[in-house]
């Protein structure tokens, strides 16, 4: 079973960037290539939200309005890890940050209910 490892969470000024990685779990022998992987964040009291998905070729990429324009989703290969850069944050942004995958051959979605194999979450705080 696919696990998945969310990590780069950290506390940030309003303005500034971070770089968030997803990675497999080291207990699984499958690659991230195979699966349209999503990022997700859940703010205290919130629902979780789709931010932004990517195909497993790369070359579908898919973001909510809310971060177009200032989040990236991309895929390192060589790692096998799905980045998301993250630029322009803001306060309301602080949240815990999650990945997870389509199963089988599912394509890119922004719908919670569309992924599995979500990770634990890495922490990203905005504040002055």
């Known amino acids: 079973q696919l696990q998945l490892v969310e990590s780069g969470g950290d506390l940030v000024q309003p303005g500034g960037s971070l770089r968030l990685s997803c990675t497999a779990s080291?207990?699984?022998?499958?690659?991230?290539?195979?699966?349209?992987i999503g990022w997700f964040r859940q703010a205290p009291g919130k629902e979780r939200e789709g931010l932004s998905c990517i195909s497993p070729d790369g070359d579908s990429l898919w973001y909510a309005d809310s971060v177009k324009g200032r989040f990236t989703i991309s895929r390192d290969n060589a790692n096998d890890t799905v980045p998301l850069l993250m630029a322009g944050l803001k306060l309301e942004n602080t949240a815990e940050y999650y990945c997870?995958?389509?199963?089988?051959?599912?394509?890119?979605?922004?719908?919670?209910?569309?992924?599995?194999?979500w990770g634990q979450g890495t922490q990203v705080t905005v504040s002055s």
């Open positions: 080291k207990l699984t022998l499958r690659s991230l290539r195979l699966y349209s």
């Open positions: 997870a995958r389509r199963p089988n051959l599912g394509r890119c979605s922004l719908r919670e209910g569309d992924f599995i194999s």
